[in-house]
């Protein structure tokens, strides 16, 4: 692969290499006057020459390519590693925005658990209010419990006496007998139908309490 520059390189290392071969031999007839025959060449200097031609062939190479090269090395290094740069910076920006969220929702969190620390209070009294709601239903429960006695007592002595009471009559008839039955069993429905009504008035009261 060829960079800028290594055109000029090529001519100019040709001239040089023109000029070496010119100064293998160099024509050396005007030192000598009168002769035709070239002196003798020196060899070691001739190398000397020729190192020192190619030394400076060399270095203008490189100072005519080395900058170019490194444009070149510092193009394909920014297109290789740019773009995962640019992925990863997107991909930490994304969690960045979310860690925000996150932290804005535990401040949220924190300061509404502090808020209900301010009602501990109202939590308090409507602790008593249960406390109370449950007292009073236990004692309705209880009234309930013992009106129910009561009039179930009372019932089963009227009962008993009508039933003690009537076979000691054998006076009465058959006809008065019947209309005893008839009272005990009118006096039964009264009161079955007073424990109904007192029920349902109880009922009713709970429900407006509650």
């Given at each position: 692969?060829?960079?800028?520059?290594?055109?000029?390189?090529?001519?100019?290392?040709?001239?040089?290499?023109?000029?070496?071969?010119?100064?293998?031999?160099?024509?050396?007839?005007?030192?000598?006057?009168?002769?035709?025959?070239?002196?003798?060449?020196?060899?070691?200097?001739?190398?000397?020459?020729?190192?020192?031609?190619?030394?400076?062939?060399?270095?203008?190479?490189?100072?005519?390519?080395?900058?170019?090269?490194?444009?070149?090395?510092?193009?394909?290094?920014?297109?290789?590693?740019?773009?995962?740069?640019?992925?990863?910076?997107?991909?930490?920006?994304r969690l960045h925005q979310e860690l925000q969220g996150r932290c804005y929702d535990m401040e949220y969190a924190v300061s509404a658990v502090k808020s209900m620390e301010g009602a501990e209070k109202h939590f308090l009294s409507i602790q008593d209010l249960i406390k109370n709601a449950v007292f009073h239903k236990q004692q309705l429960k209880y009234e309930e419990t013992r009106k129910r006695k009561?009039?179930?007592?009372?019932?089963?002595?009227?009962?008993?006496?009508?039933?003690?009471?009537?076979?000691?009559?054998?006076?009465?008839?058959?006809?008065?007998?019947?209309?005893?039955?008839?009272?005990?069993?009118?006096?039964?429905?009264?009161?079955?139908?007073?424990?109904?009504?007192?029920?349902?008035?109880?009922?009713?009261?709970?429900?407006?309490?509650?």
């Amino acid at each position: 692969m060829g960079y800028p520059g290594d055109l000029g390189y090529r001519s100019y290392s040709s001239a040089c290499k023109t000029d070496q071969a010119e100064l293998s031999i160099p024509n050396m007839s005007y030192l000598v006057p009168g002769s035709a025959v070239p002196p003798q060449v020196d060899p070691e200097l001739e190398v000397k020459v020729k190192k020192a031609t190619e030394r400076i062939s060399e270095n203008m190479h490189i100072v005519a390519n080395e900058p170019s090269l490194a444009f070149y090395r510092l193009q394909e290094h920014v297109r290789k590693a740019l773009p995962p740069m640019v992925d990863k910076r997107v991909e930490v920006k994304r969690l960045h925005q979310e860690l925000q969220g996150r932290c804005y929702d535990m401040e949220y969190a924190v300061s509404a658990v502090k808020s209900m620390e301010g009602a501990e209070k109202h939590f308090l009294s409507i602790q008593d209010l249960i406390k109370n709601a449950v007292f009073h239903k236990q004692q309705l429960k209880y009234e309930e419990t013992r009106k129910r006695k009561k009039e179930s007592s009372v019932y089963v002595r009227l009962s008993a006496h009508i039933s003690l009471d009537l076979p000691d009559l054998p006076e009465l008839s058959d006809a008065l007998r019947e209309t005893a039955r008839e009272t005990a069993s009118k006096v039964e429905s009264m009161m079955a139908h007073a424990r109904h009504s007192a029920s349902h008035e109880l009922h009713r009261s709970q429900t407006m309490h509650q």
